[in-house]
């Protein structure tokens, strides 16, 4: 039996949240959405989350410091920044502070899954290392 991926994703954006977060689910994700960075981080502490989707400019709580707090909280959990006010100063301090990937909005949702899957792969090879240097 297949594992679905558990998606973080933040975006304040509301309608934008809403639509991508049932095109999501189309694709066999569980996605558990919010607007804000807080409940997002409410929300990961509570539950363990494969990969988290954050959108970067958002109020009170920017995507640059939601990453830092959940790469904190949970080091295996990659993150995708998908955003629609990038730069390449932020695409180098997101990498920095362990974004897995820095995408543009308006992002082609098959781009969008492939980088998913691809940081899934990546969440679990991390888990396993870790599970296999546990048990040496």
């Not at 934008?16 to 959405?33: A, E, N, P």
Request: charged share 35%; hydrophobic share 40%.
């Amino acid at each position: 039996m297949k594992r679905q991926i558990k998606l973080l994703f933040v975006d304040d954006e509301e309608k934008f949240l809403k639509g991508m977060t049932q095109r999501l689910k189309l694709r066999d994700l569980v996605v558990h959405s919010f607007s804000n960075g807080t409940d997002a981080l409410e929300a990961a502490g509570k539950e363990a989350h494969d990969v988290a989707l954050i959108d970067l400019k958002m109020p009170e709580m920017d995507g640059e410091e939601l990453l830092k707090k959940l790469k904190q909280m949970n080091p295996t959990m990659e993150v995708i920044i998908l955003t629609g006010h990038g730069s390449e100063d932020s695409a180098v301090r997101t990498f920095r502070d362990g974004a897995y990937e820095y995408l543009m909005k308006p992002c082609e949702l098959d781009e969008l899954m492939s980088a998913i899957a691809r940081a899934y792969a990546k969440r679990l090879k991390a888990k396993n290392e870790g599970l296999r240097d546990q048990a040496n």
